[in-house]
Each structure stands twice: as structure tokens, then as C-alpha cells.
């Protein structure tokens, strides 16, 4: 396996796991890498420094209470970039999501709110959907 630092043409950075470069690079050809900020399949590599491992090389021990503060960053990056940038649509998600992956509506990037049985038929239906991640109400803080 080998680990790539990958880019969209948008300028997100990303991490992607290959079996080799030429599975890489077939995978970028059919467009099967996609961005997991913008959907954007325009990927390439980014530049990285090489990754030498030796005897006397020392990792940085991370604690569980940074990973979970760099999870919370990225989760708070990611709900932005979504407010920032899709149509809010309410509790008309579901409805709206449908009209679009039947052409009934513009093709746009929308968020809202649905139950979780409205979600599980969009799935069933083969609508492209996620949660938005939850990131932590600072004014509810310890």
C-alpha cells in the first residue's frame, strides 16, 4: 500500500490509500477519486516530502485529546464549507434531494434537515447523501 497527499483543483488537500501508483493512476483516469470536501474528481498528486524510516527516527506521540481536537477541527471545517457554499433547504431536504437526482430540480449542492427514515429511502433510492457532521456547541462547554 502506498499513501498519497492528493488535491482537487479546488485546492482541498486530502489522504488516499493505493494498492501502487499505477492503481493510483488508473483510478484517477476513470475518475474514481473524488474530493471529500467538493466531490471534485480533478485530483492529482500533491507535492509531499518523502516519508524515511529509520532506527533512530522518533514519532511524536499524540495524545487522545489532540486527536479528538484535530477530529473536531476537521468536522468544523467541513460543516463551514458546507454552509458556506450548498443551498440550505430545511426540512425539505428529502423532497429536494429526490427533485435533483430525478432532474426534477437544478443540479446544485443543497443541506437541511431529515429524519432518519427519510435518509435510509434516499439511500435505497440511490440518492447521493451524508450526514453533516455535528461539531460541539462552544457556549455548552465544561
Known amino acids: 500500500m502506498i499513501k498519497y497527499r492528493l488535491i482537487c483543483s479546488q485546492d482541498h ?3 488516499g490509500w493505493f494498492a501502487g501508483s499505477k492503481a493510483f493512476d488508473a483510478q484517477v483516469a476513470d475518475s474514481e477519486i473524488a ?13 509531499m516530502a518523502p516519508s524515511v524510516v529509520t532506527s533512530k527516527r522518533s514519532k511524536k506521540h499524540v495524545t487522545p485529546s489532540e486527536t479528538v481536537e484535530q477530529v473536531q477541527m476537521f468536522m468544523s471545517k467541513v460543516r463551514a464549507h458546507v454552509e458556506s457554499n450548498f443551498d ?12 435533483i437526482h430525478y432532474g426534477e430540480a437544478d443540479e446544485r449542492e443543497i443541506y437541511g434537515e431529515a429524519t432518519l427514515d427519510e435518509a435510509q429511502d434516499l439511500v435505497e433510492e440511490g440518492v447521493s447523501v451524508a450526514p453533516l ?10
Open 133 to 142: 457532521p455535528m461539531t460541539p456547541d462552544p457556549s455548552k462547554a465544561n
Open 35 to 47: 474530493c471529500p470536501l467538493c466531490a471534485n474528481t480533478d485530483i492529482r498528486k500533491a507535492l
Open 13 to 15: 488537500e486530502f489522504d
Open 88 to 99: 440550505y433547504v430545511g426540512d425539505q431536504f428529502a423532497d429536494e434531494a429526490r427533485r
